[in-house]
């Protein structure tokens, strides 16, 4: 069974940096495609950024492109997300998700495309 586990949020400065972590305590996420979220108060769940099994293929949402990067250790059966240049706009919960096979070599920018989720780890920008 998949259990994410989010760590690795805080409180930075603007302009910090963070790297957050999602470990499946599970270690069945292998060949799960992967996705980091976030929600802020009032507001949606918006997508941040995914990676596919293999690690391949990702894509930078508009509000992270250039400043995070998701990446994948299998062997450690942990997905990281490195922010970068943190903004105030970047405060939320940031949530990783998982999507099983056969969806694992692709992405979904929808919440509704992923079916394991994490409890969520905050992240607080201050100026």
């Known amino acids: 069974q998949v259990q994410l586990v989010e760590s690795g949020g805080g409180l930075v400065h603007t302009g910090g940096s963070l790297r957050l972590s999602c470990a499946d305590s599970?270690?069945?996420?292998?060949?799960?495609?992967m996705a980091w979220f976030r929600q802020a108060p009032g507001k949606e769940r918006e997508f941040v950024a995914p990676?596919?099994?293999?690690?391949?293929?990702?894509y930078d949402a508009d509000s992270a492109k250039g400043r995070f990067t998701i990446s994948r250790d299998k062997a450690k059966n942990t997905v990281y997300l490195q922010m970068n240049i943190l903004k105030a706009e970047d405060k939320a919960i940031y949530y990783c998700?998982?999507?099983?096979?056969?969806?694992?070599?692709?992405?979904?920018?929808?919440?509704?495309?992923?079916?394991?989720w994490g409890q969520g780890t905050p992240v607080t920008v201050s100026s």
């Open positions: 990676i596919t099994w293999s690690g391949g293929s990702t």
């Open positions: 998700a998982a999507r099983p096979p056969p969806y694992g070599s692709s992405w979904s920018r929808s919440p509704i495309g992923y079916v394991y």
């Open positions: 599970g270690r069945t996420f292998s060949s799960y495609a």
